[in-house]
């Protein structure tokens, strides 16, 4: 080889050498810093873009609300009963605060009317929504709900709720000016807490595990180991035959209001997240 062309080469070799450490120099003070979306598992990150400085993992990757079913039913003179079962597949994180919008249809997948409201839901819970004595002029053919603003929080030292439903009864009522039937139980309250304010799904099924009527209540004030009696009425002739009842109970922990102070003024374990 040419002394020439050695001389070239070695050139070229200094260059490639300047350049390569220009791009490094522009590359280190042009370069972005870490951040919670810069799709780089950086910064001490448990997984890309999640945990350590960043948002949990877990809240990251949260699941949405599951929709089990939704029914309506037909009372009488153009009233509706709408019922929905909805679970949270996620074990640490539940909401005090869900907007849900019930959607009603006709037969033609018409849209009939929307009704709205708002929830909470616990983790890794399965409840029920309710709405009674909706009017609507037209056949109800199917409904549905969404969801939207829900309010992810993760509770602290969270064991589910504890309430026993005892004597569970349903029955037809002599005078008609009280109602029709009532359905009546006895709430317990055997959970560490004392609430102000406990929430009633109650739900009639026939021997097909048809759902035939539903209806709703609330106890006010539930201290610890305490017992509340509690009736629900209905007012119409309910289509079907009653083979059992369901009670589901159910309360707020997310609501600072909900908790009956103690008399030390201690603060809830549930309110500490």
């Known amino acids: 080889m040419s002394k020439r062309i050695i001389k070239q080469l070695i050139i070229a070799l200094v260059f490639l050498v300047i350049l390569a450490c220009i791009i490094a120099l522009v590359y280190y003070f042009k370069k972005p810093e870490p951040s919670c979306f810069d799709g780089i598992k950086n910064q001490e990150e448990k997984e890309t873009d999640c945990g350590g400085p960043c948002l949990s ?8 609300l599951k929709v089990l079913w939704v029914k309506t039913i037909s009372n ?6 709408l019922a929905a079962e909805i679970k949270n597949p996620n074990q640490n994180y539940g909401s005090g605060n869900i907007d849900y919008k019930f959607k009603l249809y006709d037969y033609n997948d018409n849209l009939i009317s929307e009704y709205s409201g708002t929830t909470f839901i616990l983790p890794n819970q399965s409840k029920y929504l309710i709405k009674t004595k909706i009017e609507s002029s037209s056949s109800i053919y199917k409904a549905d709900i969404s969801f939207t603003n829900i309010e992810w929080e993760k509770p602290f030292d969270y064991h589910p709720l504890e309430f026993a439903v005892q004597q569970k009864e349903y029955y037809f009522l002599n005078d008609e000016s009280l ?11 055997k959970t560490n807490f004392d609430f102000e304010k406990i929430d009633i799904d ?9 759902l035939i009527a539903v209806n709703n209540t609330e106890i006010r004030t539930l201290p610890v180991n305490q017992e509340r009696d509690f009736i629900v009425t209905w007012f119409d002739k309910i289509n079907g035959q009653v ?3 369901k009670v589901e109970p159910e ?4 609501d600072s209001d909900n908790y009956i102070p103690t008399k ?7 309110q500490e997240y």
């Open 76 to 81: 009488k003179d153009g009233f509706y009963d």
């Open 179 to 189: 109602g029709v039937s009532q359905a009546k139980a006895v709430l317990v309250n």
């Open 251 to 254: 309360t707020n922990i997310f």
């Open 202 to 210: 109650v739900l009639l099924f026939d021997s097909l595990n048809n």
């Open 264 to 270: 030390a003024g201690n603060t809830e374990e549930f």
């Open 243 to 245: 083979s059992f009842i």
């Open 57 to 64: 993992c877990e809240l990251v990757n949260i699941e949405p």
